[in-house]
């Protein structure tokens, strides 16, 4: 089916980023220097953050910070001033940043797990991957948050990976959780080809971002679990004049149990499926206000 003027006009200013999210990554290519993370020493840092840390503040060079394969159980922040990072794994099948963090956790919680620098117990903070700096890319590593992965009948927000600054790129990425797995909090991002997993809002945010032939998987229990559909997205778009939309081009939404495609979260919520396979977990009436009260 031909899309119509009106979706031709609503997808056509987010469809422009693609040329700036092409020219971004294109740039990420001639880095100035690399620099391992292997968990078995066999690199310059075990930790991820680590190496985040080594890049100096204000970097103007791309960097890259290579990840060998290996699950890395840690928290990672890259802060707004270490721009220019390009964070590349061995494969989203073979290497992961993994941490359980909830919103309910208590800051003793987090102080056991070794976190000195903890900004309390919001959704946000519950994030595995936080990157708040411009101009990053990220390449073939996965990014998971385990903490609803065993029970599911009482869900807790649990980010996988926040996404706060403008112009990033994920290729080859994937995002594994619940309830909020994706925060596509705020910024012009591009995803590529990659895999999102969740049950209940699991792309949520002010973001103004094109998911490229992704792939969606809902988590959410099949019948006869007493559970509701869930939400694949929660967009939070606030006045008529903001910028922010989600597109989806392409790819496919699939899984278990039954989904909205969406729940607005502010008035002005503007999220567009085009030419994207979907199964019948989607209930067909495709969308239902914020507070609606299914989980």
């Not at 930790?47 to 290996?70: C, E, F, T, Y």
């Not at 220019?84 to 987090?110: K, M």
């Not at 989600?246 to 499926?273: E, I, P």
Request: aromatic residues 12%; charged residues 15%.
């Amino acid at each position: 089916m031909q899309p119509s003027r009106h979706d031709q006009l609503l997808l056509l200013p987010l469809l422009l980023l693609l040329g700036v999210f092409i020219a971004t990554s294109s740039a990420a290519a001639p880095v100035s220097r690399t620099i391992t993370v292997d968990h078995q020493g066999g690199g310059d840092f075990t930790l991820v953050q680590s190496a985040v840390n080594s890049v100096p503040d204000g970097n103007r060079d791309w960097i890259k910070i290579h990840v060998n394969a290996g699950s890395y159980e840690e928290k990672v922040t890259i802060p707004s001033q270490k721009q220019f990072i390009v964070l590349e794994g061995d494969g989203s099948w073979n290497t992961e940043i993994t941490f359980a963090g909830h919103a309910h956790a208590s800051i003793d919680e987090l102080l056991n797990h070794g976190y000195s620098d903890v900004g309390g117990s919001a959704t946000f903070d519950s994030s595995t991957f936080i990157v708040l700096a411009d101009n990053f890319v990220a390449r073939s590593i996965s990014f998971r948050n385990t903490y609803n992965k065993y029970d599911k009948s009482k869900p807790v927000q649990a980010v996988a990976a926040l996404i706060g600054g403008d112009r990033s790129a994920f290729y080859d990425c994937a995002f594994y959780g619940f309830q909020d797995t994706l925060c596509d909090l705020k910024g012009r991002h591009y995803f590529h080809h990659c895999y999102v997993r969740g049950g209940v809002d699991f792309i949520f945010g002010y973001g103004q971002s094109i998911y490229d032939n992704c792939t969606l998987e809902s988590n959410m229990p099949p019948p006869p679990s007493p559970q509701q559909p869930g939400w694949v997205t929660a967009h939070a778009r606030v006045t008529d004049a903001d910028p922010g939309g989600l597109v989806f081009k392409g790819g496919s939404l699939l899984g278990s149990g039954q989904q909205y495609l969406g729940r607005a979260w502010n008035q002005f919520a503007t999220v567009v499926f085009y030419q994207v396979s979907m199964t019948n977990i989607v209930v067909p009436q495709g969308w239902q206000p914020w507070n609606s009260p299914n989980v």
